[in-house]
Nanobody, 123 residues
């Protein structure tokens, strides 16, 4: 049974940092990602990390590029999202996702989702 469990969310002041973790169990995944959903808005892509024949690749939404870093520890089946220079507009529920093939920014391509962790950035 596949399960994704996020942790690490919380309340932080603007300019601060947080590190989200996602523990995956049940199987290994070639592609993992983070999405977020702010109140009243659609779920949006944040970052993805994929493993293929050409190696490891990452991708980021323009809004977080240079501030957020996705990483993974395959041995532990963990995925992380390091978030720096946080802004109030980063406030959202953050979701870990897995099960897509290749880099994917469309949430409908992911088969498995965590329950989400709240990140609140105060101004």
């Amino acid at each position: 049974q596949v399960q994704l469990v996020e942790s690490g969310g919380g309340l932080v002041q603007a300019g601060g940092s947080l590190r989200l973790s996602c523990a995956a169990s049940g199987r290994a995944f070639s592609t993992v990602a983070w999405f977020r959903q702010a109140a009243g808005k659609e779920r949006e892509f944040v970052a993805t990390a994929a493993v293929s024949w050409s190696g490891h690749t990452t991708g980021y939404a323009d809004s977080v590029k240079g501030r957020f870093t996705i990483s993974r520890d395959s041995a532990k089946n963990m995925v992380y999202l390091e978030m720096n220079k946080l802004k109030p507009e980063d406030t959202a529920v953050y979701y870990c996702a897995a099960g897509a093939t290749g880099q994917a920014m469309d949430p409908s391509r992911y088969l498995y989702w965590g329950q989400g962790t709240q990140v609140t950035v105060s101004s």
